[in-house]
């Protein structure tokens, strides 16, 4: 079975400019989680969707949104792009379970490199 | 407030050697989960482990084993005869239910950066 896919891979972009990053769950995952890993640190949480809602969002700027699709799949944007956006986003899936989804395990995708200049 | 310590940021060791990376979290939840991921060069997150707050036995898997020891509050993670493929950033996790309509936080430690010196 395909894991966890995003893309692109990398990406280059200016300040101010704006990004959408995708990503696809494993197939039969309902929630998808973002998050962003600055080099030399811990991922941190940004958003989890599940069930095309966002059901939580961690500690960043209203410039960073997001949505999943009726087929779970989902988008990362971010606008008006600063320098220290510059990192590894990862996506992550997991099935949801009863319990409201805190007991799953997330599963992650390779991630894409920003890169802002 | 939720906190994941990994005090070693950096761990070297000689191949075949034991290594033990060290995890101390923080929550006043009780009921919570705990992970192990390994992230190597590629920067895919992999997942090792996961452990609930009520079962405190400790697991092998092959070379790999984890003492959760809710007493201190520690979930700590041993490589035995340590192998090159095990160089890695390994992470300790926190997840915890938050939220009127309950949502997964996830909370990372730091990372600690394993190098298998051959």
């Known amino acids: 079975d395909a894991g966890v896919t995003q893309s692109p891979t990398h990406l280059i972009k200016t300040r101010g400019q704006h990004v959408t990053l995708r990503c696809s769950p494993i197939s039969g995952h309902k929630s998808v989680s973002w998050y962003q890993q600055v080099l030399g640190q811990g991922p941190q949480f940004i958003f989890q969707?599940?069930?095309?809602?966002?059901?939580g969002r961690g500690n960043f700027p209203d410039r960073f949104s997001a949505r999943q699709f009726p087929n779970y799949s989902s988008e990362l944007n971010v606008n008006a792009l600063l320098l220290g956006d510059s990192a590894l986003y990862l996506c992550?899936?997991?099935?949801?379970?009863?319990?409201?989804?805190?007991?799953?395990?997330?599963?992650f995708g390779p991630g894409t490199r920003l890169t802002v200049l | 407030a939720q906190k994941v310590t990994q005090a070693q940021t950096e761990i070297s060791v000689v191949e075949k050697e034991d290594v033990t990376l060290d995890c101390v979290y923080e929550t006043r939840d009780t009921t919570y989960y705990l992970f192990w991921y390994k992230q190597p060069p590629s920067g895919e997150l992999v997942f090792l482990i996961r452990?609930?707050?009520?079962?405190?036995q400790n697991e092998i898997s092959g070379r790999y084993s984890w003492n959760f020891q809710k007493s201190t509050s520690s979930f700590n993670f041993t490589i035995t005869a340590s192998q090159v493929v095990d160089s890695a950033v390994y992470f300790c996790a926190l997840s915890e239910a938050r939220g009127a309509g309950g949502y997964q936080k996830v909370t990372f430690g730091i990372g600690t950066k394993l190098q298998v010196i051959p």
């Open positions: 969707y599940y069930e095309k809602e966002e059901r």
């Open positions: 452990r609930n707050s009520f079962d405190e």
């Open positions: 992550a899936s997991s099935l949801w379970g009863l319990a409201g989804g805190f007991e799953d395990t997330q599963y």
